[in-house]
């Protein structure tokens, strides 16, 4: 019995003993793991810019006191199928160019440890997808030097680029060979497109791609009548017929002491070059008549000093001023337009609300020496009932005493107001709001990407304040302009409405501008380059380059 006990009481301590020690035996992580899995190297990340990509990755678990090399595949196939090519470091990382790498092609990466003279290869890791997108030599295109079977491209001076390729959707790519003076002049024109294609259309130094941009050409315009230089166009444009397109080949066309009397009727008048420069009408005045008309003009230059004009675009009933009116849109797109001496558009004949329209739209155009009487404000819409105001990448100097009124207060939806990528120079006078007066009358209003010089014209006084919109429900935007010589005449800084007013990234940068200046490039390497939200240059594109 004693030796019973005894032995109970061993086998019980001896099994303690081995729990405790089991207990207190650390589990091995790596436990089941083959080498090539501990051999594996970590994570995969990576860091791209414009031409090239940097990997990087954590060295693998049981890499410690070990020399190691890396090889690192790279295809654009998930799957690694095919490999377009290898690097082999012996660091934890590689940079790749677009030596190698194609931009804007999708790349993956994978990496595996090589073998050691003790350890076998280990398993790939691999990476997320990523891109080069390369550099981009190509300066934004002119919209007015897009044309239906041509256009302009501009890119910064650059030796050694040789090529520019357009690939359209379907087709053959086109291929314009540059010469080094190409290169450096920094500009080609491309003829013999194809009139409503867009063309990827990019530059190449050798095989590298330096450049992209996405360019359609226009469409092919259809004209109901093509006039001759001389012609009578104030007769044409009385027999045509409603949303007629009449072209104007180069050369010179007048009215006389006639006006263009657009009778509830809407017409394009649109030169077949699409060069201002070469097709110009001297007018008195358009003015629209009764419901439906409107007027649209795109690639002339319009004159109103030989015969005396007062208005560029007046409004009017049919008969008399008093009857109601629903009239057509304002398109105005690549034109030079001046001497008009009383104001560019005058619509406040009507009782309020009588006149209505959809849309004004100014684009791509340059306008001076307009309303220098100081009697009316340029855009003088008080008692018009519009939807739209649209006044993009456009030239405005010497240009009277305000840019906009439309103080009358008018029921319904406020209208939207938008000013971008424009330049003022010398106008404001007789004490107004030089950019709004929509007084209680609601607005949506926005101002951006914009340059404002010597405000007010010599010897002019304006209000202290550049803008006055009141009414309920408006909101208006001041960003991203640039404002110069901008007081109220007597040395006093004009202000931005304290409310319903939003505001940033405005600068105040002095340039060499005075009243007289008619040429605003900007300086080489002035701020005002990348001032806008876009990071880009600020005021109508057409000066930046």
Same mark, same amino acid.
């Given at each position: 019995m004693k030796t019973t006990k005894f032995s109970l009481k061993a086998t019980l301590s001896i099994m303690v003993m081995l729990f405790t020690m089991l207990a207190c035996q650390k589990e091995d992580p790596n436990e089941g793991l083959a080498a090539p899995r501990l051999f594996k190297p970590g994570a995969i990340s990576i860091k791209t810019d414009q031409t090239s990509a940097k990997l990087t990755w954590a060295a693998p678990i049981l890499s410690t006191n070990l020399k190691l090399s890396y090889l690192t595949e790279f295809s654009q196939d998930t799957t690694f199928a095919t490999t377009e090519f290898s690097v082999k470091t012996d660091t934890m990382g590689v940079i790749v160019t677009d030596e190698k790498l194609v931009v804007r092609k999708k790349y993956y990466a994978r990496v595996k440890a090589l073998a050691t003279a003790d350890q076998p290869e280990s398993q790939w890791q691999r990476s997320n997808g990523f891109t080069v997108t390369g550099e981009q030599l190509f300066l934004p295109v002119r919209e007015?030097?897009?044309?239906?079977?041509?256009?302009?491209?501009?890119?910064?001076?650059?030796?050694?680029?040789?090529?520019?390729? &357009? /690939?359209?959707? @379907?087709?053959?790519?086109?291929?314009?060979? &540059? *010469?080094?003076?190409?290169?450096?002049? $920094?500009?080609?024109?491309? /003829?013999?497109?194809?009139?409503?294609?867009?063309?990827?259309?990019?530059?190449?130094?050798?095989?590298? *791609?330096?450049?992209?941009?996405?360019?359609?050409?226009?469409?092919?315009?259809? !004209? *109901?009548?093509?006039?001759?230089?001389?012609?009578?166009?104030?007769?044409?444009?009385? *027999?045509?017929?409603?949303?007629?397109?009449? $072209?104007?080949?180069?050369?010179?066309?007048?009215?006389?002491?006639?006006?263009? @009397?657009?009778?509830?009727?809407?017409?394009?008048?649109?030169? @077949?070059?699409?060069?201002? &420069?070469?097709?110009?009408?001297?007018?008195?005045?358009?003015?629209?008549?009764?419901?439906?008309?409107?007027?649209?003009?795109?690639?002339?230059?319009?004159?109103g000093t030989p015969s005396g004009s007062l208005y560029f675009i007046n409004l009017t009933g049919v008969a008399a001023d008093a009857e109601k009116a629903d009239f057509a849109n304002i398109k105005i797109n690549n034109c030079i337009i001046r001497g008009a001496t009383t104001s560019f558009m005058r619509a406040d004949r009507g009782a309020v609300a009588d006149y209505k329209m959809d849309q004004i739209v100014v684009k791509n155009s340059t306008i001076y020496d307009i309303a220098s009487t100081l009697g009316y404000h340029f855009f003088h819409l008080n008692d018009l009932q519009f939807n739209s105001l649209t006044v993009t990448k456009s030239t405005f100097y010497n240009i009277g005493r305000a840019f906009i009124a439309c103080s009358t207060v008018i029921p319904g939806t406020p209208p939207a107001i938008t000013i971008d990528y424009c330049t003022f120079?010398?106008?404001?006078?007789?004490?107004?709001?030089?950019?709004?007066? =929509?007084?209680?009358?609601?607005?949506?209003?926005?101002?951006?990407?914009?340059?404002?010089?010597?405000?007010?014209?010599?010897?002019?006084?304006?209000?202290?304040?550049?803008?006055? =919109?009141?009414?309920?429900?408006?909101?208006?935007?001041?960003? !991203?302009?640039?404002?110069?010589?901008?007081?109220?005449?007597?040395?006093?800084?004009?202000?931005?409405?304290?409310?319903? /007013?939003?505001?940033?990234?405005? &600068?105040?940068?002095?340039?060499?501008?005075?009243?007289?200046?008619?040429?605003?490039?900007?300086?080489?390497?002035?701020?005002?380059? /990348?001032?806008?939200s876009a990071s880009a240059p600020i005021g109508d594109p057409r000066w930046t380059y």
């Open positions: 007015l030097e897009i044309m239906e079977t041509q256009f302009t491209v501009r890119w910064k001076p650059t030796v050694g680029l040789d090529k520019i390729t &357009l /690939t359209p959707a @379907t087709g053959a790519p086109i291929v314009v060979t &540059l *010469s080094a003076a190409d290169a450096l002049a $920094g500009v080609k024109t491309i /003829t013999g497109l194809t009139p409503d294609v867009k063309y990827s259309t990019e530059i190449f130094l050798g095989a590298k *791609s330096k450049g992209l941009l996405e360019i359609s050409t226009l469409a092919v315009t259809v !004209y *109901s009548v093509i006039l001759n230089s001389g012609a009578d166009l104030v007769a044409a444009i009385n *027999s045509a017929a409603n949303n007629a397109i009449i $072209g104007l080949n180069p050369g010179t066309y007048s009215a006389g002491s006639a006006v263009f @009397t657009l009778l509830q009727k809407s017409v394009t008048l649109k030169s @077949t070059s699409g060069n201002p &420069l070469n097709t110009k009408v001297n007018f008195r005045e358009f003015t629209l008549r009764g419901t439906g008309a409107g007027i649209s003009l795109d690639g002339i230059e319009l004159d120079n010398n106008f404001g006078a007789g004490n107004h709001y030089i950019l709004l007066d =929509a007084n209680a009358n609601p607005v949506k209003f926005s101002m951006t990407n914009s340059i404002i010089g010597n405000v007010p014209r010599p010897a002019g006084t304006v209000n202290g304040v550049v803008m006055r =919109a009141n009414g309920a429900g408006t909101t208006m935007v001041f960003s !991203y302009n640039n404002t110069f010589n901008f007081t109220n005449g007597t040395g006093t800084a004009l202000t931005l409405p304290t409310t319903n /007013t939003s505001q940033a990234g405005n &600068l105040a940068v002095v340039l060499d501008w005075t009243a007289t200046t008619s040429v605003f490039t900007l300086p080489a390497n002035s701020p005002l380059r /990348t001032a806008s």
